[in-house]
């Protein structure tokens, strides 16, 4: 018996992935690395302000790995920045797909050669181009560049995606067959139950609950209690990352579905989603409870202002409702890329709504209400705000407060509503410049405030004595001066070195307050091509023609966001 029902839940997942990648050509796409594929990331993983558009293939820790085109096809975009990417290819291919590799160290020659001419051309490390269809054509199996760990990368991987040509949507790349060794169910880690409406409990509480889990292999449950009472309307939320074979690395889920005595009355699949709606990602999980305690739960409940399209469905908005003097089995399926799946079950109990004053009542009468489809403006005589409608992802009570001015600022402090409630799009933030007076205005920069009091520019310009700044965020905000021009250091030579046996020249650059805004590198008066690593703060120079034999002079000029500018000059042999 134990053997028939093993052999029926695997038939019943195989049939599962078969349905799920029969509308993705299989086996189409080779391997872009050597070897077998490990992941540090995964498809829609949870990150910060966005779901993860590819995966990432570990590198064994390890830069300079070969890179393989996936299929045959042409590069349509070369985009390499300090950041984000870093270096990075595109190429399409006639089936209507599109690979993406980044993070790479550097392209090959032929990519490489015609890249850095445009480079010169522009004067600019960072650039965004796109070359005529065919004039770069790869074919499958080709190597089209070395991996790396450039851009905004932690640490050394490849980054690969695979979207459709035609809407620029990233897919995931298992659906296309590409295999990979994970055999482990998703952990489950908590959950959380949240009343919705005025009159709704949790365990006779107004307030959402949070329950540990306990449980075994494929099934878990609730670790004190097997029931919930529950009042009124309710939602769900999950915590939950996902293990594979041979690899420490904590990944993500990419379906989550709720069951109620066997009838799904929720579904969230990522399949494919559009880069305008990966920051839903911050109405999709429960951002408050991630803002104070950095875990990340799922919530069924979508919000009002929430467009994310990977619900797959949810014909009740993920809010379900608890009948009074009946019982339900509730059951959340997570499943992984692979179709390991992890199951939590537990009961609940449906009790009468209260009617006495809950103690979110007061909250209510607070604040001056900011709706989600409409303009929603606030002023005071030293601050304004507006914000348009879809800023939002539910109503909310606004609230504001004017602090003390800071030792060195320019402005009062403005504490802006609460840093735990999340922004979809900007607002225009604009404060009255008070207090001293500063020869240069252009020096003034509207700061975020930590709860230390550390500022992070978040730029803004004067007009007519207030500085205005478009912002995603809530918090404290005040006008301080950045007076103090970016740093530039030698790293690999000083004053009349002799760099004739260096292949390749360093400097380190950084700023205190506005950040990096520009720098140009020059020899003996000529531009040269000084790749940028942000995170490092530094730029690298590979000698080329420019540095011709004999004595020549360097001479790095670094800008920040206000102007301030540094020039260093070394004189050198070569």
Same mark, same amino acid.
Request: contains cysteine.
């Given at each position: 018996?134990?053997?028939?029902?093993?052999?029926?839940?695997?038939?019943?997942?195989?049939?599962?992935?078969?349905?799920?990648?029969?509308?993705?050509?299989?086996?189409?796409?080779?391997?872009?690395? &050597?070897?077998?594929?490990?992941?540090?990331?995964?498809?829609?993983?949870?990150?910060? &302000?966005?779901?993860?558009?590819?995966?990432?293939?570990?590198?064994?820790?390890?830069?300079?790995?070969?890179?393989?085109?996936?299929?045959?096809?042409?590069?349509?975009?070369?985009?390499?920045?300090?950041?984000?990417?870093?270096?990075?290819?595109?190429?399409?291919?006639?089936?209507?797909?599109?690979?993406?590799?980044?993070?790479?160290?550097?392209?090959? #020659?032929?990519?490489?050669?015609?890249?850095?001419?445009?480079?010169?051309?522009?004067?600019?490390?960072?650039?965004?181009?796109?070359?005529?269809?065919?004039?770069?054509?790869?074919?499958?199996?080709?190597?089209?560049?070395?991996?790396?760990?450039?851009?905004?990368?932690?640490?050394?991987?490849?980054?690969?995606?695979?979207?459709?040509?035609?809407?620029?949507?990233?897919?995931?790349?298992?659906?296309?067959?590409?295999?990979?060794?994970?055999?482990?169910?998703?952990?489950?880690?908590?959950?959380?139950?949240?009343?919705?409406?005025?009159?709704?409990?949790?365990?006779?509480?107004?307030?959402?609950?949070?329950?540990?889990?306990?449980?075994?292999?494929?099934?878990?449950?609730?670790?004190?209690?097997?029931?919930?009472?529950?009042?009124?309307?309710?939602?769900?939320?999950?915590?939950?990352?996902?293990?594979?074979? #041979?690899?420490? &690395?904590?990944?993500?889920?990419?379906?989550?579905?709720?069951?109620?005595?066997?009838?799904?009355?929720?579904?969230?699949?990522?399949?494919?989603?559009?880069?305008?709606?990966?920051?839903?990602?911050?109405?999709?999980?429960?951002?408050?409870?991630?803002?104070? &305690?950095?875990?990340?739960?799922?919530?069924?409940?979508?919000?009002?202002?929430?467009?994310?399209?990977?619900?797959?469905?949810?014909?009740?908005?993920?809010?379900?409702?608890?009948?009074?003097?009946?019982?339900?089995?509730?059951?959340?399926?997570?499943?992984?890329?692979?179709?390991?799946?992890?199951?939590?079950?537990?009961?609940?109990?449906?009790?009468?709504?209260?009617?006495?004053?809950?103690?979110?009542?007061?909250?209510?009468?607070?604040?001056?209400?900011?709706?989600?489809?409409?303009?929603?403006?606030?002023?005071?005589?030293?601050?304004?705000?507006?914000?348009?409608?879809?800023?939002?992802?539910?109503?909310?009570?606004?609230?504001?407060?004017?602090?003390?001015?800071?030792?060195?600022?320019?402005?009062?402090?403005?504490?802006?509503?609460?840093?735990?409630?999340?922004?979809?799009?900007?607002?225009?933030?604009?404060?009255?410049?008070?207090?001293?007076?500063?020869?240069?205005?252009?020096?003034?920069?509207?700061?975020?405030?930590?709860? #230390?009091?550390?500022?992070?520019?978040?730029?803004?310009?004067?007009?007519?004595?207030?500085?205005?700044?478009?912002?995603?965020?809530?918090?404290?905000?005040?006008?301080?001066?950045?007076?103090?021009?970016?740093?530039?250091?030698?790293?690999?030579?000083?004053?009349?070195?002799?760099?004739?046996?260096?292949?390749?020249?360093?400097?380190?650059?950084?700023?205190?307050?506005?950040?990096?805004?520009?720098?140009?590198?020059?020899?003996?008066?000529?531009?040269?091509?000084?790749?940028?690593?942000?995170?490092?703060?530094?730029?690298?120079?590979?000698?080329?023609?420019?540095?011709?034999?004999?004595?020549?002079?360097?001479?790095?000029?670094?800008?920040?966001?206000?102007?301030?500018?540094?020039?260093?000059?070394?004189?050198?042999?070569?």
């Amino acid at each position: 018996m134990i053997k028939y029902v093993s052999l029926l839940v695997m038939l019943t997942l195989n049939l599962v992935l078969g349905l799920r990648a029969q509308n993705y050509p299989q086996n189409y796409f080779q391997h872009p690395v &050597n070897g077998v594929i490990q992941l540090s990331g995964t498809f829609a993983e949870l990150r910060g &302000n966005h779901f993860h558009s590819g995966i990432d293939i570990r590198t064994g820790g390890k830069e300079g790995l070969p890179v393989f085109a996936a299929a045959d096809g042409y590069v349509v975009r070369i985009k390499v920045e300090p950041g984000g990417f870093g270096k990075a290819l595109y190429i399409n291919h006639p089936n209507g797909y599109t690979t993406v590799y980044a993070h790479l160290q550097k392209f090959n #020659e032929k990519i490489n050669d015609w890249t850095r001419g445009r480079q010169y051309e522009k004067e600019s490390f960072a650039v965004d181009l796109f070359p005529p269809k065919g004039v770069l054509k790869v074919s499958k199996g080709e190597i089209i560049a070395l991996s790396g760990n450039s851009g905004g990368s932690e640490g050394p991987h490849l980054h690969y995606e695979i979207r459709e040509t035609q809407t620029e949507m990233p897919v995931n790349p298992i659906l296309f067959g590409l295999s990979i060794k994970d055999f482990i169910r998703p952990t489950i880690h908590g959950l959380r139950v949240y009343p919705e409406g005025k009159n709704s409990l949790v365990n006779n509480n107004p307030e959402p609950g949070t329950f540990v889990l306990a449980g075994w292999g494929p099934f878990y449950r609730l670790k004190i209690s097997d029931t919930i009472n529950l009042s009124g309307d309710f939602s769900l939320g999950v915590s939950s990352t996902d293990l594979m074979n #041979e690899t420490s &690395n904590r990944n993500g889920i990419v379906e989550y579905t709720v069951y109620i005595d066997s009838l799904k009355v929720f579904e969230w699949k990522a399949i494919k989603f559009s880069f305008s709606e990966t920051r839903y990602i911050n109405s999709f999980i429960d951002y408050s409870y991630y803002y104070l &305690n950095n875990q990340r739960f799922m919530r069924t409940r979508i919000d009002p202002g929430n467009r994310l399209g990977m619900y797959s469905y949810s014909p009740d908005n993920g809010i379900f409702h608890a009948i009074p003097g009946r019982s339900h089995l509730m059951k959340v399926v997570l499943k992984d890329s692979n179709g390991n799946e992890s199951i939590l079950q537990f009961f609940i109990n449906g009790k009468s709504p209260s009617t006495v004053k809950l103690k979110s009542d007061d909250l209510v009468k607070k604040g001056i209400l900011f709706t989600v489809s409409n303009l929603n403006n606030y002023a005071t005589p030293d601050m304004r705000i507006s914000m348009p409608g879809n800023c939002l992802y539910d109503s909310i009570r606004f609230v504001y407060k004017e602090l003390p001015s800071i030792a060195g600022s320019y402005s009062a402090v403005h504490s802006i509503h609460t840093p735990q409630v999340p922004l979809q799009s900007h607002y225009d933030l604009s404060i009255r410049v008070r207090g001293k007076t500063l020869a240069d205005s252009s020096k003034l920069i509207v700061v975020r405030l930590n709860n #230390e009091n550390k500022p992070s520019s978040v730029g803004g310009k004067i007009d007519n004595g207030f500085m205005k700044v478009k912002l995603r965020d809530f918090g404290r905000y005040t006008v301080i001066a950045d007076t103090l021009a970016p740093l530039i250091s030698a790293v690999n030579f000083k004053e009349n070195s002799n760099i004739s046996k260096l292949s390749e020249i360093k400097v380190k650059i950084s700023d205190n307050l506005s950040g990096i805004s520009s720098y140009r590198g020059e020899i003996n008066g000529k531009w040269i091509l000084m790749d940028y690593d942000a995170k490092n703060r530094l730029l690298t120079y590979k000698k080329d023609a420019v540095a011709q034999s004999g004595n020549i002079t360097l001479t790095v000029t670094v800008s920040d966001g206000v102007g301030n500018q540094s020039v260093s000059q070394w004189n050198l042999v070569n």
